[in-house]
């Protein structure tokens, strides 16, 4: 028996190719749709609940625009958060067959599917800088990759 831990590798064939520029757009505009879309189904049902409550007209914009943003940013993040923690992909990834995993192709664990997360909006920063990786890199990988 040996005290030295042996670093996880895995089957080259088990652990798929990189997914490249095109495959990763179309995922994540997919993720965004239905970010943009199941935010705007749960807002007009919050707002329609709080008419019947107060039996009055509720506008979306009275909630205010600060509220409102904030909400669609824990809402995004957890819709980025919940499925990279537990399978590794978002419903976008699902669609193209993408999953993240880690580098050494071992499974996205919570820790650092929220470290991804919260990174994710550093990628977009400068025009989107952090994302020439995955057009010019070997591996594709971004900023929060």
Do not use: K, N
């Not at 979306?60 to 992909?89: D, H, K």
């Amino acid at each position: 028996m040996s005290d030295v831990t042996e670093e996880h590798v895995p089957d080259p064939g088990a652990v798929g190719h990189y997914a490249g520029p095109w495959s990763r757009l179309i995922a994540y505009v997919i993720d965004a749709l239905l970010v943009s879309g199941l935010y705007s189904i749960i807002t007009a049902g919050v707002v329609w609940i709080l008419e019947l409550i107060t039996a009055s007209d509720v506008q979306a914009s009275e909630i205010g625009s600060g509220a409102s943003g904030a909400l669609l940013t824990v809402w995004s993040l957890l819709y980025f958060f919940v499925p990279w923690a537990i399978s590794g992909r978002t419903p976008g990834m699902l669609v193209l067959g993408i999953r993240v995993v880690r580098r050494d192709g071992s499974p996205l664990d919570p820790g650092h599917a929220f470290l991804r997360v919260i990174t994710l909006p550093l990628s977009f920063l400068c025009v989107g800088f952090g994302l020439i990786g995955i057009v010019i890199g070997r591996e594709h990988r971004a900023l929060h990759d």
